[in-house]
């Protein structure tokens, strides 16, 4: 099997990853629920997580990190915590589902306006139509850091520059580029960011959360057990309880930490020069392929390793199925769920293919993709 | 038949707002060894989160040194006869 789908889930995980889990569930008692050894293991081991974290993403410190089940959950704690009858908020074109279907629920069922940024047929965004879309009741600008479609990364200093000039808070979607292209919230001016365990962060499925710069409050989004303030009617408003309900997910954050600690050792700088470098090759070797067309990755813009193609007019599914049952190649073929980048690229019937690289893949897997594209490029040429 | 009976002893008692703080004491206790141990909130405390920092009598002028040189968060500190 050659893994091409890292944008959904990075199959391989630096070893450390499984080892840590299963030690943890060997071991872990409740996280927050006792002073014994086996609770206190586990409260360790997630605070430890929580300063891997901040660090990673130059929030203020452990207590500003809340977990979550992935950066979906992380995104509703957002957008339902911030958002009410009255406010305006403000997206991208390239958001995914994740930011978008919060957003059109909240304008559904509660009349909170809405405006988003188009992406061009070229895959770019206009900076400038951002600035005009901001109203004296925008509260919230919330968009992605790069597209999960295309790979294109966007100017989030530049947007969250705009959007503080407007007084908005600044909510990013990091799903995509958490662990492989740089984030640091205090220098590019992000109030909240939203990250997933599960993808370039190497960690298990059902990892994930929110960092929260200092002065950033948000409503609790669930209330409950949070182990300590027994007898208060309330949940606790301080954070990281704040925003955290129920036990953790404590075997899954120890898997998270030990994947936090192989970026740290590896260095950010590393994985993103290999990711990009993997992706650039295949990128160029398919290119001027018989029908094949390529989106996004236009100009200046920066990349997170993915490329998406089409033969063709043919449908992505095709494409995707023979990759898988012929050329033992995983990728991802529809709509990404991200049904507004689709709307824009003219590619909402056809779908995309999707090549989601990884620093663990390897030169022969991508000459082998290369080759199984231009195989299916000739295979299909006129359709 | 219990040979050796409890007995109770003046200790100090350093409660936390989070669990958080909780952690980072242990965290740094570990590092810089500096004296105590986590233990459950005594229930005659009303404590913010539901771990304390417990040390003997003898110890509590250096955890109260450890705890303003390394400006550890805190959210009260108790005298308190326990076992």
Known sequence: MIYFDNAATTMMKPPEVAEAVAAAIGSFGGVGRGAHDAALEADMAVYRCRGQVARLLGGPD???????????????IVICGL??????????????NSV?????????????????????????????AFDALFQPNTRLAVFTHASNLTGDVYDIARLAAIAHAHGALVAVDTAQTAGLIPIDMAAQGLDVVAF?????????????????AESVDIPAFKVGGSGTHSY?????DFMPEHLEAGTL??????GLSAGLSYIERTG???????????????EEGVRGLPGVTLYGGHADIDRCGIVALNIGDVDSAAVSDALSVHYGICVRAGAHCAPLMHEALGTSRQGAVRFSFSHFNTDDEIERGIEAVSDLAHEFEGD | MVENKREKSLKTVVTFSTMADAMQMESEAAEKGFPGRIIPV?????????????????????????????TLPYEGIFEIEMY
């Open chain 1, 100 to 128: 978008l279907r919060p957003l059109f629920r909240k304008q559904d069922e509660e009349g909170v306006e809405l405006s988003v940024l188009p992406v061009a047929p070229d895959a770019c965004i206009d900076y400038d």
């Open chain 2, 42 to 70: 005594p229930s005659e405390i009303s404590a913010g989160c539901g771990l304390a920092w417990r040390v003997d009598e003898r110890e509590r002028q250096a955890l109260l040194n450890a705890i303003r040189i390394f």
């Open chain 1, 268 to 282: 950010i700088d590393a994985i993103r020069a290999r990711t990009q470098e993997l992706a650039a090759r295949f």
């Open chain 1, 249 to 254: 997910n404590a075997h899954g954050i120890a």
């Open chain 1, 83 to 96: 958002l009410h009858a009255g406010d305006h908020a403000i997206t991208t074109a390239a958001s995914h």
């Open chain 1, 232 to 236: 208060d009617r309330h949940h606790p």
């Open chain 1, 62 to 76: 452990a207590k500003h990190v809340a977990f979550a089940s992935n950066a979906t959950e992380a995104l509703n």
């Open chain 1, 196 to 212: 997933t365990g599960h993808k370039s962060l190497y960690g298990p499925q059902g990892t994930g959360g929110l960092c929260l």
